[in-house]
C-alpha cells in the first residue's frame, strides 16, 4: 500500500505539470482567437476543443474522489449519445474549417494557429487519461485497507470494517500490534464530524492576493472568455460553450447521485470520472473548483453542455429548486 501510495504521489507531479501545460495551451490559443478571429467570426475558440473521444463506461475503475474512503464505481450507463457527439464532432471541424477559411490570405498567420491548435487539441485527451491513471491502483488499495478494517474488528478495537477510514495510521499500527487487545476506538464522532465539514465550503484562496497576481487571474479570465456581469448569482471560468436553463441540483458525492433528474443544473464542488454519467441527465454543468483542464470542462465538451467552473461558492450560492441560466461563454449563471 506505501509503495502504491507513493508511486500514486509522483505521478500526480506529472499530471500538475500537464494540467499546467494544458490550461497555457488553451489560454494562448483563446488569445489569438480573442485577438485575430473573434471580430469576424465571433464566438470563441471553446468549439475548437470538443468532440475528440467518445466518453464511454470506464475500462478499469470510476473513482468519485481521491478519497479512499468512496468505492471505485462499477461502469454503467456513462456513454454518451452517439448521435448527440457527433454533433459536437461537427461543430468542430466547422469551426475549424471557418478560420482556415479566414485566414487562407495570411499563410504565416494561419501557420501560428495550426501550431496552437495543434498543441491544444494533443494535451485534451491525455489530460483525461491521467485521472483514470493516476488512480489505478486505488480499488486494490482499498480492498487492502477493508482488510485490515475486519482483522481490527476481530480483534475489538473498532466495531465495524469501514471505521478503519477514520484512524490514523499510528492508531492502525497499533491495532494490529501487540498491544491491540488494550484499544477501542469509537469512530462514530469522528464519522459525524466529517459528515459536517464535509457541507463547508472552502474559499479558493486564504489570505490576500497580491495585485499583480490578482490582475493576472482575471486577465487569464477574460482572455477564456469570461464576461462579469452584475445579474450573475456567481460567476466562474467559461469551460464549454452554449447557454441553458434548468433547475439546480446541488450534487455533493455519489450518494447523491441518484437525485438528479433529467434537464438538472448539475452543481458540484468537483467532478472526477465516476460523475461522468450524470453529465448525460445534466442540462449544463456549475462546479466550485477547476479550470478549463479539469475533467468537468473536457467531459461538458464532449457531451456538448455549458459548463461554468471554478466559481468558488457555487454549491453554497445556488440551491436545490432555483431557475437558473448557465451561460458557459461568459462564465455566468444568472436567474432564470
Not at 462579469?228 to 466562474?236: K, L, R, T
Request: hydrophobic share 45%; charged share 25%.
Amino acid at each position: 500500500m506505501d509503495d502504491l501510495a507513493d508511486l500514486a504521489g509522483e505521478y500526480f507531479v506529472s499530471i500538475a505539470a500537464l494540467g499546467g501545460a494544458a490550461y497555457k495551451m488553451e489560454i494562448n490559443l483563446a488569445q489569438f482567437y480573442r485577438r485575430h478571429l473573434a471580430p469576424t467570426l465571433g464566438g470563441s475558440h471553446l468549439s475548437l476543443l470538443a468532440g475528440f473521444d467518445l466518453p464511454t463506461d470506464a475500462k478499469r475503475q470510476a473513482i468519485a474522489s481521491l478519497d479512499w474512503w468512496y468505492a471505485p464505481m462499477a461502469a454503467g450507463a456513462a456513454q454518451a449519445d452517439a448521435a448527440a457527439h457527433a454533433r459536437v464532432v461537427r461543430d468542430r471541424e466547422d469551426a475549424e474549417r471557418a478560420v482556415e477559411e479566414a485566414l487562407r490570405g495570411n499563410p504565416r498567420r494561419l501557420a501560428s494557429f495550426h501550431r496552437l491548435l495543434a498543441d491544444a487539441q494533443h494535451l485534451v485527451p491525455i489530460r483525461e487519461e491521467q485521472v483514470a491513471e493516476l488512480t489505478i491502483a486505488w480499488p486494490v488499495m482499498r480492498r487492502a485497507v477493508q482488510r485490515i478494517g475486519a482483522e481490527l474488528v476481530e480483534r475489538g478495537v473498532i466495531g465495524e470494517a469501514e471505521d478503519v477510514f477514520f484512524l490514523t495510521r499510528d492508531e492502525v499500527m497499533d491495532g494490529i500490534g501487540p498491544a491491540a487487545g488494550r484499544i477501542r476506538i469509537d469512530a462514530r464522532p469522528r464519522r459525524a464530524l466529517r459528515d459536517q465539514q464535509a457541507k463547508l465550503v472552502p474559499p479558493l484562496v486564504v489570505g490576500r492576493l497580491s495585485p499583480m497576481l490578482r490582475r493576472m487571474i482575471e486577465g487569464f479570465q477574460r482572455t477564456l472568455g469570461a464576461q462579469p456581469s452584475a445579474q450573475a448569482i456567481v460567476s466562474g471560468t467559461p469551460a464549454s460553450a452554449g447557454r441553458a436553463t434548468g433547475t439546480v441540483r446541488v450534487i455533493r458525492g455519489p450518494d447523491e447521485f441518484d437525485q438528479l433528474q433529467d434537464g438538472e443544473i448539475l452543481v458540484a464542488p468537483m467532478t472526477a470520472p465516476a460523475w461522468t454519467p450524470l453529465f448525460r441527465q445534466a442540462a449544463a454543468v456549475v462546479t466550485d473548483v477547476g479550470s478549463p483542464a479539469a475533467h468537468a470542462s473536457i467531459i461538458a465538451r464532449e457531451f456538448g453542455i455549458p459548463a461554468v467552473v471554478g466559481c468558488g461558492d457555487a454549491t453554497a450560492r445556488l440551491r436545490n429548486g432555483m431557475r437558473v441560466t448557465v451561460d458557459g461563454a461568459t462564465g455566468n449563471v444568472e436567474p432564470a
